[in-house]
């Protein structure tokens, strides 16, 4: 059994299942609703643990009542916590989301890490003691930076999930063995993939992924470029399903190739769509 640590945002979910988004000054009625944890990192470490192994989520929750709805809900799926923020009585960030029925397209509200950042007194070095991978996604970025030294000094390989570019990412890119970027990932003067590529490959990654929906992923390995095709299927929901890419991602990594784990999480995250919400795949799969 490996050990996986997801550094990064946790939120509370409130998931809608709507036949449309709201305009402006509308009310809709759902004919669905689901709560969950939610964050990029969060829903990647319950994927991870789900997939047989140990998963640790770092973040900031603290003492508010919302923070332990959110810890309910990791416990449910045997998500150890590291709470870096256990004096914060502010509530964790809570995201409002709108499935659309029939696409199973999302809109989502929320706010980020951006008021909840920790430095890097919070950060204890054993934190990466007997874990065999890192992931972050680039909301704590100050501990991201520490933990991202840990990890280069105990040779733990590091993951980045880049849905979209933060400032101070730079200062950890030297330090990524794997990232694994959404269509919306640009850092500075970056357009387009290729630009994306060069950047990345630049600061010293090796291998770099670029995930587009339903479009073939697009990789570069070593210097090798290439592309792989994902299952098609007719979503339900896609809310989450990069995040659950990533956290099967870091489960077959560890015992695959960099292309075969890229197909493998694919597979996954596409069966996460064929289901309402982050957690149902799982419980009918």
């Known amino acids: 059994m490996k050990t996986g640590l ?9 998931i809608y299942l709507a036949q449309k988004p709201p305009g402006e000054n509308q009310k809709v009625v759902a004919s669905d609703c689901t709560i969950a944890a939610g964050g990029p990192a969060a829903n990647a470490a319950v ?17 508010h009542a919302i923070a332990q709805l959110i ?12 709470d870096l923020g256990l004096r914060r009585s502010d509530s964790p960030p809570v995201s409002s989301i709108i499935v659309t029925q029939g696409t199973g397209e999302r809109s989502v509200i929320s706010i980020n890490a951006t008021k909840s950042q920790v430095d890097t007194q919070t950060i204890n070095p054993d934190i990466l003691t007997s874990v065999n991978i890192v992931l972050i996604d680039g909301h704590q970025i100050l501990a991201s ?8 000094s105990q040779n733990t390989p590091m993951v980045l999930d880049g849905g979209s570019w933060k400032p101070g990412l730079d200062e950890i890119l030297p330090f990524i063995e794997w990232a694994i970027c959404s269509d919306n990932f640009h ?9 994306v590529f060069a950047y990345l490959s630049a600061a010293g990654i090796p291998n770099i992924a670029i995930t587009r929906g339903e479009k073939p992923i697009s990789y570069l ?7 792989i095709e994902i299952p098609q299927i007719e979503a339900t929901d896609t809310l989450g399903a990069g995040d659950i890419f990533h956290g099967s991602f870091c489960h077959y990594i560890l015992q695959k190739n960099f292309t075969d784990s890229l197909s493998a999480a694919a597979k ?15 419980k009918n799969s």
């Open 221 to 227: 390995s070593n210097g090798n470029y290439g592309s």
């Open 71 to 82: 810890k309910n809900d990791l416990a449910e799926y045997n998500v150890r916590i590291i």
């Open 6 to 14: 997801f550094l990064g945002l946790g939120t509370l979910d409130l």
């Open 47 to 63: 994927t991870f643990s789900y997939l047989g192994n140990r998963a640790i989520w770092a973040g900031v929750l603290g003492t």
């Open 187 to 195: 850092p500075p003067n970056c357009y387009n993939p290729e630009e």
């Open 268 to 282: 996954i995250a596409a069966d996460s769509c064929k289901e309402f919400g982050t957690r149902s795949w799982m």
């Open 145 to 152: 930076t520490q933990i991202a030294k840990i990890a280069k």
